[in-house]
Nanobody, 126 residues
Framework: QVQLVESGGGLVQAGGSLRLSCAAS????????MSWFRQAPGKEREFAAAITWRDDTYYTASVKGRFAISRDNAKNTVYLQMNSLKPEDTAVYYC????????????????????WGKGTLVTVSS
């Protein structure tokens, strides 16, 4: 059974940092892109960041330069380092595993994700 489990969320002041982790089990994802999505209160879920099997990274414009996605294939884990956090970053953050093996392009939509975690809440206070 494949599972993605996020951790590392919490309450932080504006300007602070958090590091999210996503631990995968049940299979390895080293040849698949992994993504982070987020859903703010009252809004639809949106793409935040992705990392390909060869470590190319992509970000939505609002987090570029502040967030960094990385992966440790030996641990089957993906990370999201979030710096200079803003109140508008408040959301539930979801880890997702792509269905497209060896994909390294720029498009990461929800329909392309095969597995999802249950999410971790990040709250940024002003």
């Amino acid at each position: 059974q494949v599972q993605l489990v996020e951790s590392g969320g919490g309450l932080v002041q504006a300007g602070g940092s958090l590091r999210l982790s996503c631990a995968a089990s049940g299979r390895t994802f080293s040849t698949y892109p992994m993504s982070w999505f987020r859903q703010a209160p009252g809004k639809e879920r949106e793409f935040a960041a992705a990392i390909t099997w060869r470590d190319d990274t992509y970000y939505t414009a609002s987090v570029k330069g502040r967030f960094a996605i990385s992966r440790d294939n030996a641990k089957n884990t993906v990370y999201l380092q979030m710096n200079s956090l803003k109140p508008e970053d408040t959301a539930v953050y979801y880890c997702a595993a792509d269905r497209r093996e060896y994909y390294s392009g720029r498009f990461y939509g929800e329909d392309e994700m095969q597995y999802w975690g249950k999410g971790t809440l990040v709250t940024v206070s002003s």
